[in-house]
């Protein structure tokens, strides 16, 4: 059974508008979410997080909003640029510091159009 | 620059080899781990280490072992490579803390014939 899903396999949207991309999750004993951003051919590489504790985390263009009664997150990006094309994945973690493995949802493939 | 280091980008075995991933980490990182990526499946966790000669079991450990002599080095052994085993193959490590996120390597494409 997924705890981590990720709904939409892709998303469009064009350049200069925001972006948002969801995450749903079944385990209430995660308290740690994560967002990673991966090119094709490369690494995943570490986006933004945010702790059960707090519902929103900012970062520049990304922010990352927690809703834990709906155990639902979303990563907003804006304004969208063309580099921000590539496969988002949620991350979440049921113990701090995540010793024990992250769980990934399958990703959501972002095309920005110009 | 910090980095986590797969020894190989691609790579092809026949069915039936006995198949050796690297990975080596220069941050001092306590955790350790293997991941394989799938077409719509996402990434899913093969095996953690939190220690020098630890090990855990993720997700799908089945037809995988690993080992991990020294704090920087863990390494994913397929005994018997099987075609089931084409993936992509992503190492990352971590320190143990709520702050920290995982710093991943590029990945090895591992294809079995």
């Known amino acids: 059974d997924q705890q981590v899903k990720q709904n939409s396999p892709s998303l469009s949207v064009q350049e200069g508008r925001i972006s948002i991309l969801n995450c749903d999750y079944t385990n209430s004993m995660f308290d740690y979410f994560l967002w990673y951003k991966k090119y094709p051919a490369e690494g995943p590489t570490f986006l933004i997080s945010i702790s059960s504790i707090k519902d929103k985390n900012e970062d520049g263009r990304f922010t990352v909003f927690l809703n834990k009664s709906a155990k639902h997150l979303s990563l907003h990006i804006v304004p969208s640029q063309p580099g921000d094309s590539a496969v988002y994945f949620c991350?979440?973690?049921?113990?701090?510091?995540?010793?024990?493995?992250?769980?990934f949802g399958k990703g959501t493939h972002l095309i920005i159009q110009p | 620059d910090v980095k986590v280091t797969q020894s190989s980008r691609y790579l092809v075995k026949r069915t039936g080899e006995k198949v050796f991933l690297e990975c080596v980490q220069d941050m001092d990182h306590e955790n350790m781990f293997w991941y394989r990526q799938d077409p719509g499946l996402g990434l899913r966790l093969i095996y953690f280490?939190?220690?020098?000669?630890?090990?855990e079991k993720g997700d799908i450990p089945e037809g995988y072992s690993v080992s991990r002599e020294k704090k920087e080095r863990f390494s994913l052994i397929l005994e018997s490579a099987s075609t089931n085993q084409t993936s992509m193959y992503l190492c990352?490590?971590?320190?143990?803390?709520?702050?920290?996120?995982?710093?991943f390597g590029s990945g090895t494409r591992l294809t079995v014939v």
């Open positions: 991350a979440a973690s049921s113990r701090t510091g995540g010793a024990d493995g992250l769980t």
């Open positions: 280490s939190y220690d020098v000669k630890m090990k």
């Open positions: 990352a490590s971590s320190f143990t803390g709520v702050d920290y996120g995982y710093t």
